[in-house]
């Protein structure tokens, strides 16, 4: 549930090497997320308008399942 800035995910994937206003992220938490998608049809990577990207914590899932009537 923790939320990961594009900072953050910049300084682990390409150290002080990445260009701030590319949108090589954006591409990236994409195609993750359609690769996650075709396995679970629940979403478990938001966008936190502003701040960055977060995972479904175990408590979103739950909710979801629950809403779902799993």
């Known amino acids: 549930g923790k ?3 594009r900072d953050e995910i ?3 994937v390409w150290n ?3 260009d701030p206003f590319s949108n090589l992220i954006e591409v990236y ?3 993750l997320r359609r690769h996650i ?3 679970s049809s629940r979403k478990l990577i938001h966008t936190v308008r ?3 990207f977060r995972f479904a914590s ?3 899932r739950q909710g979801a ?3 779902d009537g799993r």
């Open 50 to 52: 502003g701040v960055g």
């Open 16 to 18: 002080e090497e990445f």
């Open 37 to 39: 998608e075709k396995v």
């Open 29 to 31: 938490i994409n195609r």
């Open 58 to 60: 175990p408590e979103d």
């Open 3 to 5: 939320v990961v800035t």
């Open 65 to 67: 399942e629950a809403a």
């Open 10 to 12: 910049s300084e682990h």
